[in-house]
């Protein structure tokens, strides 16, 4: 069985820097063409990809927020972390994990998110 | 990057067959049949229903289907039950600087 499990701070100062762990289960990154991304979800907005990270260590970003993103994975711990700097008010939302199969090209488990608000 | 477009809302009665459609360019939809399609009931999680434009994963009614002509994939709904009205997002991948482009999202109603 595969879980996911965000975790971090659920109020975040603007300017500050915001760092998101996803905790899973019943995979591993080691494996060849095993990714986990990162997913937000403003209230009552769409979804939006954000970061992206491969068993090979390779990293995605969004073009739109490349420059404010940081994806690492620890793969002893089986933890991928999302790092965003300079947080504002419009970055407040759901923050959702999910992992990418072996093979696959789609996500196909996410994790429950986590409600991140940006406020002073 | 620019969000797929989705028509905001879509409906139908009990029964009928609905079908959403999600626009993009020939550098991500038209160009790779890598297209996804999620849904998501309120306040709960998005789930995957099509993937690779067509395929199903276990679990996911054969009621769903999927297809693309050029730079527009589609979602097709048939036999509306009232489970399915919900949110749903279309996503491609779109290269190698964008990974996975998501529509603006569709919101289903069942009459």
């Known amino acids: 069985q595969i879980t996911l499990k965000e975790s971090g701070p659920a109020l975040v100062k603007p300017t500050q820097t915001l760092t998101l762990t996803c905790t899973f289960s019943?995979?591993?990154?080691?494996?060849?063409?095993?990714?986990v991304g990162w997913i937000r979800q403003p209230p009552g907005k769409a979804l939006e990809w954000l970061a992206f990270?491969?068993?090979?260590?390779?990293?995605r970003y969004s073009p739109s927020l490349k420059s404010r993103l940081a994806i690492t994975k620890d793969t002893s711990k089986n933890q991928v972390v999302l790092t965003m700097t300079n947080v504002d008010p419009a970055d407040t939302a759901t923050y959702y994990c999910?992992?990418?199969?072996?093979?696959?090209?789609?996500?196909?488990?996410w994790g429950q998110g986590t409600l991140v608000t940006v406020s002073s | 990057q620019s969000a797929l477009t989705q028509p905001p809302s879509a409906s139908g009665s009990p029964g009928q067959s609905v079908t959403i459609s999600c626009t993009g360019t020939?550098?991500?939809?038209?160009?790779?049949?890598?297209v996804s399609w999620y849904q998501q009931h309120p306040g709960k999680v998005p789930r995957v229903i099509i993937y690779?434009?067509?395929k199903r994963p276990s679990g996911v009614p054969d009621r769903f289907s999927g297809s693309k002509s050029g730079n527009t994939a589609s979602l097709t709904v048939s036999g509306l039950q009232a489970e399915d009205e919900a949110d749903y997002y279309c996503?491609?991948?779109?290269?190698?600087?964008?990974?996975?482009?998501f529509g603006a999202g569709t919101k289903l109603t069942v009459l």
């Open positions: 999910a992992h990418r199969p072996q093979g696959g090209s789609s996500f196909q488990d």
């Open positions: 690779e434009v067509t």
């Open positions: 019943g995979f591993s990154l080691t494996t060849s063409g095993v990714g």
């Open positions: 020939s550098s991500d939809i038209g160009g790779y049949n890598l």
């Open positions: 990270i491969n068993w090979n260590a390779d990293e």
């Open positions: 996503s491609s991948y779109g290269g190698t600087n964008n990974f996975a482009i």
